[in-house]
């Protein structure tokens, strides 16, 4: 349980400040692994997904790199130059033209869905019902990567402090952490729905399904996911569902990661413990209470914020922006009386938009991905089996491929720096700390190793035991080769013989030599300890015979 009750408790009445939020922007992240049915490795999951079905609501995004200079606008330019070139090559692609471009060269597609129009929220019983415009339902695939992000992005006009931190903490939540004794889902809203452009609800939360909710992690092992972020993936289905060709599964916490924007109207009104409560997403509560400890806050600023233009100086001049990150976050608050702050088109809120929004993408993929890359390696060695022949075979199958999809991933999507521009890396280093993604990749890194040095001492260990075994067979047939060779010296005559009879003798010196041959390779494993004893000094002949004995000795 990420929040204390008290928290989910106290938020209902809270006296927050009384500074408003002229502009609200939230944008939710959810990373999922995707698992085919049918066990085949796919590279390209969006084609895949996209032939899910006539009713796939879905449909690929074209992106604004066409060629057609009319179509190519300036934000788009001030986007792509942002980045380095490696990181333009990961999200943009290659080449002009895209019917040209194979999957490797671009890496990421992205389908969009455009029937859900609106979100309807109801926060808490005694709070009235929030509607928030759907800017854009995104799903992103990455290429050779099994992980789809949902990139939700929600929008609404003059809300309460209040009211935009009580979104910012309930939205994102797939299950609730537990109910209240009136049955209401604890830490999630009370009510979510789905409106399309004409109002009418596509689908409804069911958070308050207690039951229901308790006899799924009963039954499957795994939590149950709302209704309605259900719906938001279809035609992906939860793997513990029996339909479905194209699965997915949880990957990190409960929560989804956010990004949230917040047009002030009084930036400078916000107290210390709103910028906490922010910056933690704590959700609401009395502009003078820290919801902290002071002794857990006192590096809150030099940890959590970057306060590169946050300062109290004329609105008209300085936006006062503050950016705030912690491991699931990344909240920007400004005054909304700047109109650099407020501009969609070439200020902040363009740069959050895009910028900020895909530095942020780009961190939390990469934590999908390793998660995804330590959960599968987890998953090959439960499923190994050193007495069973087939599953070890899988293993080192798995093994392989896995080692083939991390090498891929390290050189085509693990970045440490996405941007030269001071802003973008900062912030870009900021949610890395938080992630603590250096510490993860090592982790998974490491795990590769020890199952490729796995493979290796296995591989090693076989041949030195075919060597003995081929030692012991040597060994012993060069009896039967001094034996055999007996024949091919002239002591006897035998050239008088018929053929016949050099066909029987033949047999006779070779059926024998190839039994005691099979028998010497079956044996190979105990001979191989006769020899060792018999070439030992340092023991007695009677543990030399014993050794001897030892070779027929059940």
Request: contains cysteine.
């Given at each position: 349980m ?7 408790a ?30 085949q ?36 330019y ?34 969009r ?5 609106a ?15 759907v ?12 992980i ?6 929600l ?25 209240h ?29 207690r ?76 502009a ?13 600023e030099?940890?959590?914020c ?38 969609g ?30 959960d ?45 521009q ?89 059926v ?24 030992n ?6 543990e030399?015979?014993s ?8």
């Amino acid at each position: 349980m990420d929040q204390d009750l008290h928290a989910d408790a106290t938020a209902q009445v809270a006296t927050p400040s009384s500074s408003s939020v002229s502009h609200f922007r939230q944008i939710l992240f959810w990373p999922v692994q995707l698992i085919s049915v049918s066990g085949q490795k796919s590279h390209d999951h969006a084609e895949a997904f996209a032939a899910l079905g006539p009713n796939n609501p879905w449909r690929i995004v074209e992106d604004e790199f066409t060629g057609d200079p009319a179509e190519f606008q300036e934000r788009h330019y001030s986007e792509f130059v942002t980045f380095l070139p490696p990181v333009q090559r990961f999200i943009y692609g290659q080449g002009s033209e895209r019917a040209e471009r194979t999957c490797g060269n671009t890496p990421i597609k992205v389908m969009r869905r455009t029937d859900v129009a609106a979100m309807r929220v109801t926060l808490t019983p005694d709070a009235a019902p929030i509607e928030l415009k759907v800017a854009h339902v995104d799903l992103y695939f990455f290429f050779d990567i099994d992980i789809a992000i949902l990139a939700l992005e929600l929008y609404a006009d003059n809300l309460s402090l209040a009211a935009a931190q009580d979104v910012m903490f309930r939205l994102g939540r797939l299950y609730p952490s537990f109910w209240h004794k009136d049955g209401a889902p604890g830490h999630c809203a009370l009510c979510t729905e789905w409106l399309s452009a004409s109002g009418a609800i596509l689908a409804s939360s069911d958070f308050e399904d207690r039951k229901t909710y308790l006899a799924h992690v009963g039954q499957h092992r795994s939590a149950r996911l709302g209704r309605h972020w259900e719906f938001l993936l279809k035609p992906l289905v939860p793997l513990d569902r029996d339909k479905g060709t194209l699965r997915y599964r949880q990957l990190e916490y409960y929560r989804m990661p956010l990004m949230a924007y917040l047009a002030l109207d009084d930036a400078d009104a916000l107290s210390r413990a709103d910028y906490v409560r922010l910056g933690h997403v704590r959700g609401s509560g009395k502009a003078s209470k820290q919801p902290l400890a002071d002794h857990h806050l006192t590096d809150f600023e030099a940890k959590h914020c970057y306060d590169r233009y946050h300062e109290k100086r004329d609105p008209a001049d300085w936006p006062s922006t503050r950016y705030m990150s912690c491991n699931h976050a990344l909240v920007v608050t400004g005054d909304a009386r700047n109109a650099y702050f407020v501009n969609g088109e070439h200020g902040l809120l363009n740069s959050f938009r895009h910028q900020h929004f895909m530095l942020f993408m780009v961190a939390h993929f990469q934590k999908a991905a390793l998660l995804m890359f330590s959960d599968r390696l987890a998953e090959a060695v439960n499923r190994l089996d050193i007495r069973n022949p087939q599953a070890v075979l899988a293993f080192r199958s798995a093994t392989r491929e896995a080692l083939e999809t991390f090498l891929r991933f390290t050189h085509r999507y693990w970045f440490h720096v996405v941007s030269n521009q001071d802003q973008a890396r900062d912030l870009f280093d900021l949610c890395r700390s938080h992630l603590d993604l250096d510490r993860l990749y090592e982790d998974v890194r490491q795990e590769v190793q020890e199952m490729s040095q796995y493979l290796e001492n296995e591989a090693m260990r076989r041949q030195n035991e075919s060597v003995a075994r081929l030692t012991v067979v040597t060994a012993f047939g060069l009896i039967g080769t001094v034996a055999t060779g007996f024949l091919g010296m002239n002591l006897f005559d035998h050239t008088g013989l018929s053929g016949l009879e050099k066909v029987a003798m033949f047999a006779a010196v070779f059926v024998p030599t190839l039994v005691l041959t099979f028998y010497t390779i079956a044996k190979s494993q105990r001979l191989s300890s006769f020899l060792d004893a018999l070439g030992n000094e340092t023991i007695g002949l009677g543990e030399k015979l014993s050794a001897f004995v030892k070779v027929w000795r059940r």
